[in-house]
RNA sequence: GGAGAGAUGGCCGAGUAGGUCGAAGGCGCUCGCCUGCUAAGCGAGUAUACUGGGAAACCGGUAUCGAGGGUUCGAAUCCCUCUCUCUCCGCCA
């Protein structure tokens, strides 16, 4: 959410920075709303004080038929104020709906572009593997070791859910274990394993409400959605909090399934694990100074690419353009990794820094030291990393002639000491 | 699922025959004084949001005693609804 004021005292900045979002604003209703608004709420305050000052001196007359007029006179006074206060009420609601549906304003940093195809590539890492036969998709690859089994995941349930067996099961077991030991361990992270069910003032903190809930499974007849993102519960850990100035940056990471609907994606990546209901991710949470969240990102981003690095495959970074970057987003990097099977990057990790807009809607402030006024703070987020494409990627990467697939070196811990998933 | 208790400021904790309560008191914290250090003692201060004025320091107004409604000239105090916490019973991983 934008701050209000921000937006009154810079219309034309907030509408040419939104613009190069793609989105517009309705500059005109804003105004509208916010002047009736104050004229309202001077209005019907002015009138509250009045009303507290001669309450106050009505409650010194011992003799309450001395001030039976001035009685008469506030309870009109007080009917007034009601139908103000009514008409403020309805005003307020559209106001805030309206602030709630705005964009965040992108970095100046970024690179304003239309789409997708005018992201920017940051950088890359490692080398494509070479093949000396042609190789397979990781669902290929994944029925033919009886690890990945899509039709029974179907039944289960319905198209976009998969049942993982055996040793596929146990990889993706020992990923999670693996991204969870390296972020807590050597990036010292703290480890949360938060509800996978939020309410709707969690949602709206982070921004996924009131826009977006046609991506969310919702609980029927509850006010509780099912989570896409840990980045809904582990953010609003501290929503409606004052952090100490010392205690920041607070940094988390968690894993979690996330379930989301992928309304208006029918037809796309319908095979594999690439696009699912229900996947699993672990994810990097950052509550920081103002001053510090751009480095901060930085820092988080190669926190994700580390997970990457260790487990040898091959990626890119790329910075998104003003057209690409998410409704709450001022920033954001995506991690691509390399996938042979589909000869194509795939996103694997998305690296934001929200500034204070998430802040903001959820009320996550901070004092530098016992004196200091409140700030908001900033936060941030990245997958560290999408568990189920790091799956799929290793499938691909690292599959043989003969259908068998090499586990790297860093993960053979988690697996028991398992170097190959063959038949 | 059944029965009961409770939700007050950073924390603890007063306050219910409605008014002088943004709210006693204590703790904590900040600043100052004092004591050769520490402790103790003394004094002052110590919420947030919105809004009006001001370049600013700051000054004024409104709201906030779990949330939302209601009664009243006036509500932390009365009424209704909801949420959460705790205790006991039942059930259960």
Request: net charge negative.
């Amino acid at each position: 959410m934008l701050d209000a004021r921000f937006i009154r005292e810079n219309l034309e900045l907030v509408e040419s920075r939104l613009k190069s979002r793609g989105t517009g604003i309705e500059l005109d209703g804003f105004r509208q709303l916010d002047t009736r608004r104050r004229e309202l709420m001077q209005e019907s305050e002015s009138l509250k004080a009045l009303r507290n000052k001669v309450s106050d001196e009505i409650s010194k007359v011992k003799d309450k038929s001395l001030v039976q007029d001035r009685i008469a006179e506030m309870r009109d006074v007080s009917q007034k104020i009601k139908s103000l206060d009514d008409e403020l009420r309805g005003i307020d609601e559209e106001f805030d709906t309206f602030l709630l549906t705005v964009p965040n304003i992108p970095h100046h940093s970024v690179h304003v572009g239309a789409s997708e195809a005018d992201n920017v590539e940051i950088r890359k890492w490692g080398e494509k593997p070479e093949f000396a036969f042609e190789p397979k998709p990781h669902w290929e690859l994944g029925e033919s070791l009886g690890i990945l089994d899509f039709e029974r995941g179907a039944k289960l349930t319905g198209a976009r859910f998969t049942l993982y067996r055996g040793a596929g099961a146990r990889l993706e077991r020992a990923l999670i274990n693996f991204m969870l030991d390296l972020h807590t361990g050597t990036h010292g992270y703290q480890e949360i394993l938060p509800p996978f069910i939020v309410n709707k003032e969690s949602m709206t903190g982070t921004g996924q409400l009131p826009k977006f809930e046609d991506d969310l499974f919702r609980i029927d007849g509850l006010d509780y959605f099912l989570i896409p993102t840990a980045e809904v519960p582990v953010t609003n850990i501290h929503r409606g909090e004052i952090l100490k100035g010392a205690d920041l940056p607070i940094c988390y990471t968690a894993y979690t399934p996330c379930f989301r609907k992928e309304a208006g994606s029918y037809g796309k990546d319908t095979r594999g694990l690439i696009r699912q209901h229900q996947f699993n991710k672990v994810e990097l949470v950052k509550f920081t100074r103002p001053a510090d969240s751009y480095s901060e990102l930085d820092a988080l981003l190669g926190n994700a690419e580390e997970v990457l690095r260790r487990l040898g495959l091959h990626y890119r970074v790329v910075e998104l353009c003003t057209g690409d970057i998410g409704f709450s987003a001022a920033k954001t990097y995506d991690i691509e990794v390399w996938l042979p099977g589909q000869a194509t990057y795939r996103e694997i990790s998305s690296c934001s820094n929200f500034e204070d807009f998430q802040a903001r809607r959820a009320g996550i402030r901070f004092r530098e030291d016992e004196k200091a006024k409140p700030e908001f703070v900033h936060t941030l987020n990245g997958s560290g990393l999408a568990v189920g494409r790091t799956l799929v990627a290793l499938l691909e990467n690292y599959q043989q002639e003969d259908g068998s697939v090499l586990i790297p070196a860093a993960l053979q811990p988690y697996m028991g000491g398992m170097e190959r998933v063959g038949k």
